[in-house]
């Protein structure tokens, strides 16, 4: 009986987009061989690249195939060539409008401190040593998207608001999100809000506890959110998923990303209903250095590993992935972005064959 096969859409973009994910698409070769089905690559356009071919940063052939795909793997959009157009026709407005087309609602963020590089965070090496947790932020309500505005008070002074905001349906799925992943992790979920002053935050601590029993296997405690931000510089190491809601998580999830040291080793998920999601670096499209064959592409690779994970349903192969690029990093491979003074700087595609070699490692029977 033949399995279907799955289907990835692939966006490079712009800047050092094309090259990165280059990379990437070497590591999903040489995983191939490994998985449970075969898969289908399909390249469109986006951002800016989109622009220059087609007049637009999301061009209906783009969304159409991204929709109907199991996943969609991005690299990074924008640089100033396109910054002199309006907020709406810039490539940014792309990534954006495709982001709310597949509805995806909880946004996935790893921070790992890799032993060999804990000097570069810019806390001490003791408190960042093992750090491995994962931001589940909710991506679609709260203060960005609930009702906001300009007024006057009936004396005449103006004043402005914004409205946080959630349904139990938006608690629930995203809390389900981070239940889910916590059980491909450490089965710990720890939840942010600010109950003691919030009613919104009170209804989201009742709806994540609520959740919490469809998951019986996952331990789950809370945290307001000005004592999480204290914990993750002081003892960082003690998460393994921190769950929060769009603002809270916004804040924290860069917090965390500064732990690490270096956005080139960041990957993200944004994950909707079902299994389909979304994955791109945290790093942007880098312009000064695109052409130059120096960008890292460490965050890229990763995030084709969480699409494994998470989409395709490949927890082997991610995780051989996630290994490879552990022993690469370990073995004294350095991008500019990760060497430090005393360490010699390798170019993306150098990075690329250390870390298809660090694979190869991992499946010896290849």
Known sequence: MSVSPFHVVVLPGDGIGPEVMTQAMRVLDAVRPHLHRPVEVEECWIGGAAID???????????????????????????????????????????????????????????????????????????????????????????????????????????????????????????????????????????????????????????????AKEYPDVALDHLYVDNAAMQLATRPGQFDVLLAENTFGDILSDEAAAITGSLGLLPSASLGKGARGFYEPVHGSAPDIAGKGTANPIAQILSLAMLLRYSAQEVQAAEAIEEAVRQTIAAGYRTPDIAQSNETAIGTQEMGNAILDALASCYPSA
């Open 53 to 211: 071919r087609f007049g637009v940063p999301l061009p209906q052939e783009t969304r159409d195939a991204c929709l109907a795909a199991d996943a969609v793997l991005l690299a990074a959009v924008g640089g100033p060539k396109w910054d002199h157009l309006p907020v709406s026709q810039a490539p940014e407005a792309g990534l954006l409008g495709l982001r709310k087309a597949m509805a995806v609602f909880a946004n996935l963020r790893p921070a790992v401190v890799y032993p060999a590089l804990a000097d570069a965070s810019p806390l001490k090496r003791e408190r960042v040593e093992g750090v491995d947790l994962l931001v589940v932020r909710e991506l679609t309500g709260g203060l960005y998207y609930g009702p906001a505005g300009r007024k006057e008070t009936p004396e005449g002074e103006p004043f402005a608001y914004n409205t946080m905001r959630y349904t139990r349906s938006e608690v629930r799925r995203v809390a389900q999100a981070a239940f889910e992943a916590a059980r491909q992790r450490r089965h710990h979920v720890t939840s942010v809000d600010k109950a003691n002053v919030l009613e919104v935050s009170r209804f989201w601590r009742e709806e994540v506890t609520a959740v």
